[in-house]
């Protein structure tokens, strides 16, 4: 009980409302005793929000984001400033700077030589290429043409064959999550790990802190070390005033041996997998990646994994066994990719856009959160009324409520303009999921949302005319049947306060 206490204690929301209660404590007593002296206090405030909305301005973020901030800076300056020195930097550090750039030296030089896929999908799908040729030029990872798809529909199902390959693990397992809970799904894994390790195989796990705040305690990475792992620990939260506070590794990655990887929205935790119901019944999927493209996803792990640790070694010693990927049969072309939020490049979202802009017949998205900008509503909607039947399904029970009305406010907008969206009744859909004229499908950890666009680090893999793309599409079709369509008339009989309300958050929805 204490160690909960003690968790909670370290929340960000404790801490939010305890620096705002400070703050309105002294408003409180600077007026009351202070009178003569409140504007001068008053001016101060104004001098520093006209800074911040200053540097805002002369930023390059999306102008959304900008007016979300700008708004509350200007009405409110005693609030505004300091909020946004906590919140609203996410620009990075000379020293952040030298290790990205480090990072991706690490990751071009590793994959320089990658480039049939390329030449490859230029001549057997060649209405593709402008996909794969962006993902390439602005991640430095390539399309690879002899890599088996297969994708998990359920967090169970991927789960048991996660367990699988880890069992057969013979060289090194990597793992890479945004939450590590203990429960049902971890201790089963933990028990492989530490079996594993005793057997001589090198094993890794990185997690993100505040991803794990509240799910493992605290310096957890010291028991996995005792136990024979290798940790560490994703931006450690040690203040709320961290400049990194608001960037997290929002990354599922499980690779082993170099010739399997897994990603997709499922966390190790028991919702993921339904051994515990926490909001319903939990819908989310992944896919399984055997071959030549687990090579990305390795080297994206220990790109990561370096600009943690401050460490440099040679990754060619961590590609898979030629043997095993010589045998593998061809499965059309996967591009597993990340997104980063410090190299001004908002990959996740313009590989959405791009499957968005160039769709002919159909756009399928099954998203947690539909916190949109303006040019991915434009785009949504362009498509739809160009006739592309575009279908969205969001949940119908949130895991935060606050969120969901969020979601709903960008109903409206799309549904005018022939958006189809629907509810999956049953629970909470997590999968993020684009399926794009039934040929290319994107399936990753990347929402439909500000923070992970904008603000967290992603990944993902872009798929195209393989086995993986008709079994998603297949899995929207089955989920489509278990959700209810949200009709543009049931938004607009909600009431006046109602649909003021979700006008008024659609403006605040990049700070969520």
């Not at 089955?478 to 403006?507: N, P, W």
């Amino acid at each position: 009980m204490k160690k909960s206490l003690f968790r909670i204690a370290l929340s960000k929301l404790l801490y939010v409302i305890l620096f705002v209660s400070i703050q309105v404590a002294a408003l409180v007593v600077m007026f009351l005793f202070f009178q003569e002296k409140f504007a001068y206090f008053y001016a101060v405030c104004i001098l520093f929000s006209l800074a911040a909305a200053l540097h805002i301005i002369n930023s390059e973020r999306n102008p959304a984001y900008k007016i979300a901030w700008l708004i509350p800076l200007l009405l409110v300056p005693i609030f505004g400033g300091p909020l946004y020195a906590i919140f609203g930097k996410i620009h990075p550090t000379r020293r952040e700077i030298q290790s990205l750039r480090q990072v991706l030296h690490q990751t071009a030089e590793a994959l320089r030589d990658e480039n049939a896929g390329l030449e490859q999908l230029s001549q057997v799908v060649p209405e593709a290429l402008p996909h794969a040729r962006y993902i390439q030029t602005a991640a430095a990872v390539p399309p690879y043409f002899r890599t088996d798809t297969q994708y998990y529909p359920l967090g169970e199902e991927m789960f048991t064959a996660m367990c699988q390959e880890l069992e057969g693990a013979e060289r090194f397992i990597f793992l890479e999550y945004f939450i590590i809970h203990e429960g049902t799904m971890w201790n089963t894994i933990l028990e492989i790990l530490e079996r594993k390790a005793r057997e001589g195989v090198e094993v890794r796990v990185m997690f993100d802190d505040m991803g794990s705040l509240l799910t493992l305690p605290r310096h957890y990475e010291r028991q996995l070390r005792q136990k024979g792992l290798q940790a560490c620990v994703f931006n450690p939260f040690h203040s709320i005033l961290s400049s990194r506070f608001n960037n997290r590794d929002h990354r599922k990655i499980c690779v082993v041996d170099g010739t399997v990887g897994f990603t997709g929205g499922i966390n190790l935790a028991d919702e993921y997998i339904n051994a515990v119901e926490v909001h319903g019944h939990w819908k989310d999927g992944g896919v399984r990646l055997r071959g030549d493209a687990v090579w990305s996803l390795t080297v994206m792990f220990l790109a990561m994994w370096d600009f943690v640790c401050g460490k440099s070694e040679d990754f060619s010693r961590f590609r898979g066994d030629p043997q095993v990927l010589s045998a593998v049969l061809p499965d059309g072309f996967v591009q597993p990719y990340t997104d980063m939020p410090l190299d001004r490049e908002n990959v996740g979202e313009n590989v959405y856009l791009n499957l968005i802009n160039r769709a002919q017949t159909s756009i399928c998205i099954t998203t947690p959160y539909l916190i949109l900008d303006n040019e991915t509503i434009t785009a949504l909607q362009t498509a739809a009324k160009s006739g592309v039947d575009v279908q969205i399904i969001t949940p119908y029970v949130p895991d935060k409520k606050y969120v969901q009305f969020l979601t709903r406010s960008n109903y409206e907008a799309l549904l005018r303009d022939g958006v189809r969206i629907y509810e999956y009744t049953p629970g909470f859909i997590h999968m993020k999921n684009c399926i794009c004229d039934s040929k290319y499908a994107v399936v990753g950890t990347i929402n439909f949302d500000y923070r992970s666009l904008y603000l967290h680090f992603e990944c993902a893999a872009w798929m195209c005319n393989s086995k993986a793309v008709g079994q998603v599409q297949e899995d929207f079709e089955q989920t489509l049947a278990l959700s209810r369509e949200v009709t543009l008339d049931s938004m607009q009989q909600l009431g006046f306060i109602k649909r003021l309300l979700l006008s008024i958050l659609r403006v605040f929805s990049p700070l969520f």
